[in-house]
């Protein structure tokens, strides 16, 4: 049987979309999660905990889906990335455990709230640092020599992937930030606005940092982006994250409450985008293109119809949890 429908491109755009919602809605709960550290007293702490309380497990659906299909559609790309990043990866795992456990703990373990509260607010910072780390080797690349990882366990700890790592924590306190500014009220939201302009600094220092340093790393990325005419082609990317850089610092010094989340999202959009620009088609960047990288025809075709079944299901129950968590929240309802 002929294979017509090349069923790469398809499993391209569900595994980048798994990776993207993750990041966008696991982000902003640890973003939430960092912040949470800085509040100043009870009621402010318990008014930002019942903002992701009813969502913030159901996030994660979108990590498993990326991982499990990474595995099964670019089973040649997992074998590289998974040694090359094994313990970041454990470390992040490790801190979204902790971080879910001092979630439960601090209700039910009251006379050590104050411990429970801290690891909260750690376990964030650490996963988020861990998986800053896992971009930045992905983007830098990893040795690779007969479809095989040939670097050393710590080959991911370089200054590039420390500076990514330090960037994802400025990015997911920014979308923390516009969450509660969003979902709050009174002093919280006044403490949201002003977190989320010192983040969104951080932000946009480091996609300046990152915009010259790549080129720099990578003769490939160098010669995509400043040839003719794929600079002309690309140059709104930067443009416009400038325009939605600026939007986001207006509408942090403003009344909005929407315009500060939405426009921080906007400009994870663009960073998505220009990191897909300088490495399409690779999956292991500079190693492994998506199509000698991925898994069977007959393999592809098998896993899409169970995906194509589950997706679906993974959109409804989220939008609808948001949809009936929708408003603002107050300190004494949910999770205190």
Avoid at 105 to 121: L, M, Q, S
Avoid at 148 to 153: D, V
Avoid at 165 to 187: H, N, Q, S
């Amino acid at each position: 049987m002929t294979q017509i429908l090349d069923l790469v491109p398809i499993w391209t755009v569900i595994l980048a979309a798994a990776v993207f919602f993750y990041v966008l809605l696991d982000g902003f709960d640890l973003g939430v999660g960092m912040l949470y550290g800085l509040a100043g007293d009870k009621h402010s702490r318990n008014t930002i905990m019942n903002s992701i309380a009813p969502i913030w497990d159901g996030n994660e659906t979108w990590l498993v889906l990326g991982g499990l299909g990474l595995l099964a559609a670019f089973p040649k790309a997992f074998a590289v990335i998974m040694p090359a990043v094994y313990f970041p990866i454990l470390v992040m795992l490790l801190g979204l455990v902790f971080r879910g456990v001092a979630f439960e703990f601090r209700v039910r373990d009251a006379e050590n709230k104050t411990i429970w509260d801290r690891a909260f607010c750690y376990g964030s910072a650490i996963a988020t640092f861990a998986q800053g780390v896992v971009l930045g080797a992905f983007v830098q690349g990893f040795p690779v020599q007969n479809g095989q990882f040939a670097g050393t366990s710590f080959a991911f700890l370089t200054p590039f992937s420390v500076l990514t790592g330090v960037a994802l924590m400025f990015g997911y306190g920014l979308l923390g930030a516009g969450w509660l500014i969003l979902k709050t009220e009174r002093d919280v939201q006044a403490a949201a606005r002003r977190y989320g302009r010192v983040c969104l600094i951080g932000v946009v220092s480091a996609i300046a940092i990152v915009s010259v340093w790549t080129p720099i790393m990578s003769p490939a990325v160098a010669a995509r982006w400043f040839s003719l005419p794929n600079f002309v082609l690309f140059l709104p990317v930067p443009v416009l994250s400038g325009v939605v850089a600026l939007w986001t610092w207006r509408s942090l010094n403003s009344k909005a409450e929407a315009a500060p989340f939405f426009s921080a999202i906007g400009l994870f959009v663009l960073t998505y985008i220009g990191m897909a620009v300088s490495l399409y088609p690779m999956i292991v960047p500079y190693q492994l293109t998506l199509w000698e990288a991925a898994s069977s025809p007959r393999t592809q075709a098998f896993l899409l119809v169970g995906t194509l079944f589950l997706l679906p299901v993974i959109l409804t129950y989220s939008s609808w949890s948001y949809w009936v968590f929708r408003g603002k929240v107050k300190a004494e309802a949910g999770y205190h």
